[in-house]
């Protein structure tokens, strides 16, 4: 039985394939479509495969990739021409909600621009593959491992040619986000107009001298499991830490602080490891995703038991090296996993590629085009990316570092976010939300998930929550009010005024505010 077609209606017009980053992803002919209705005097129409990829293009300039029988059953409404023709038609992205207020049904009627259409066959190479070719691209500043990182004014990183265990004093660390490099998650520090965080390098600077790393890693093919043994290996016995991480680096930095748990042995036996890597409990049903195919059910499986035993591994380095984190900003971490990237990666990866070329100046996808487009044909499955399924709420990762038993007296500061007023990131706010029915979130990762940890000894944790137009996933290092928390979390200035708290743990991944944190939202 042949694949489903379906005719689309519109204005036809030229247009450019997309250039791909690799040769195992290979492009028919770009159809362009302006879309257009019958009662509006629009007579041409195209005919379209169910599993050609279709890029959308708003009139606000947001870009959504998705296939074409998603978009249609999702956003078409059939249209009869004037002789009687049927053909779908497009003119605006309507919420899917029903009860979606007046005031969201405006914002979330954006109105579709461009429609391009792709033909597009793949080799026989799995997301994941083409995941670690792109994690290639993006790591300009070499393979992955630690690396010193330059507080001048350009951001420069050279290889760390290991860690002395002589360096005095506390090693400051910075750990970069999914999909990303040091430069993509931090850089906006460095740039010339930002004077926050001129300031905040400078005093930086004079507090760590050459102390001052960033860790490079892959964040799709790869868990954070895995990455924080590469970091724990590559960190001199004894250091005492400073970490600051963006996003789901904030997981790796979440895992070095187990460390510091008295009874990490005793909790986390042989037994117990096998017991948390044995099933998923994801919450994949909830989110509507369907049961894993055998050949991808034995690679999830697969990587559990690469993530037991490097968790295990982990273990023993703690035993060895005896490391202390002492200071730890972490900034719009998933902790407690994201719905946002749980479900449709196509959606989300759409987000994150429209987020990155607006606020650092280029596509994620830039040199990688052909990963997103497998995700978006092949309507690949989060559970299959280790370092995605890792972001899922119930993940064993997102369990470990709620295990009641578990408790450190490792430093904890939170910054988070939520995008609020009458922008363009409002109007894509409320289409994330509309799509993967998430309470507050700064396109990314959901605000409530911030908040979560391992439980915390001593004097507990911070938390600060910035909102505002400007708050996004990738604006925390630009906006001052964010970067001036940062400089105190490290430092301990009088600017922080977040309380503290000796828990930081809910049981539910959407929650907007618990009481075991203390709360401290920005005007």
Not at 131 to 141: N, P, T, V, W, Y
């Amino acid at each position: 039985m042949g694949e489903r077609s379906f005719r689309i209606r519109g204005r036809l017009a030229d247009a450019a394939s997309p250039r791909l980053g690799g040769d195992t992803t290979h492009l028919g002919a770009t159809r362009r479509l302006v879309p257009g209705r019958a009662r509006d005097g629009v007579t041409d129409e195209l005919e379209v495969s169910a599993g050609e990829v279709v890029r959308i293009e708003l009139d606000n300039g947001f870009v959504l990739w998705s296939r074409a029988d998603d978009l249609v059953h999702e956003h078409g409404r059939r249209g009869l021409s004037r002789d009687g023709g049927e053909a779908w038609e497009f003119d605006r992205l309507a919420p899917r909600r029903d009860g979606a207020s007046r005031d969201e049904r405006g914002l979330l009627g954006l109105g579709v621009k461009l429609l391009d259409f792709f033909g597009i066959e793949l080799d026989k190479v799995a997301a994941r593959e083409l995941g670690s070719r792109l994690e290639d691209k993006q790591l300009k500043a070499g393979p992955p491992g630690l690396y010193r990182c330059s507080l001048d004014d350009a951001f420069q990183l050279t290889p760390a040619n290991p860690v002395a265990p002589a360096d005095p004093g506390p090693l400051l660390v910075f750990i970069h986000g999914t999909a990303s490099s040091g430069q993509g998650s931090f850089g906006k520090l460095w740039e010339p107009d930002n004077a926050a965080g001129r300031t905040a390098r400078q005093q930086l600077k004079t507090r760590y001298a050459e102390r001052v790393f960033a860790f490079e890693h892959r964040s799709l093919s790869e868990s954070p499991i895995v990455n924080a043994l590469a970091l724990a290996d590559s960190l001199p016995a004894g250091a005492e830490l400073h970490l600051v991480t963006h996003s789901r680096g904030g997981l790796i930095g979440e895992l070095l602080c187990l460390g510091e748990c008295e009874n990490l042995t005793q909790v986390l036996t042989p037994e117990r490891l096998k017991e948390l890597f044995a099933a998923d409990r994801t919450i994949a049903e909830q989110l509507g995703l369907s049961p894993l195919d055998t050949q991808a059910l034995k690679a999830r499986d697969d990587a559990y038991a690469q993530d037991r035993d490097a968790l295990a591994e982990l273990i023993g380095i703690f035993a060895a090296k005896h490391f202390r984190v002492t200071r730890f900003v972490r900034v719009a971490c998933p902790a407690r996993g994201t719905t946002l990237a749980s479900g449709r990666l196509d959606r989300w990866l759409s987000m994150l590629d429209f987020l990155a070329g607006k606020m650092l100046g280029e596509s994620l996808f830039a040199d990688g085009l052909d990963f997103l487009l497998a995700v978006v044909k092949e309507r690949t499955d989060p559970r299959t990316l280790p370092g995605l399924e890792a972001m899922m709420p119930g993940s064993a990762l997102t369990r470990l570092l709620h295990h009641p038993e578990l408790l450190t007296p490792a430093d904890l500061s939170v910054i988070a976010g939520d995008i609020e007023g009458d922008s363009l990131w409002q109007k894509l706010k409320l289409l994330a939300s509309d799509w993967f029915y998430g309470a507050d979130h700064d396109l990314v990762v959901n605000t409530g998930s911030m908040s979560g940890s391992l439980r915390r000894s001593g004097q507990g944790a911070r938390f600060r929550e910035d909102k505002g137009s400007e708050v996004n996933h990738f604006g925390y290092f630009r906006n001052a009010r964010s970067v001036n928390w940062l400089l105190a979390g490290l430092t301990r200035l009088p600017a922080w005024m977040g309380k503290t708290a000796a828990s930081c743990r809910s049981p539910r991944p959407n929650t907007r505010r618990h009481a075991g944190v203390g709360q401290s939202s920005a005007a």
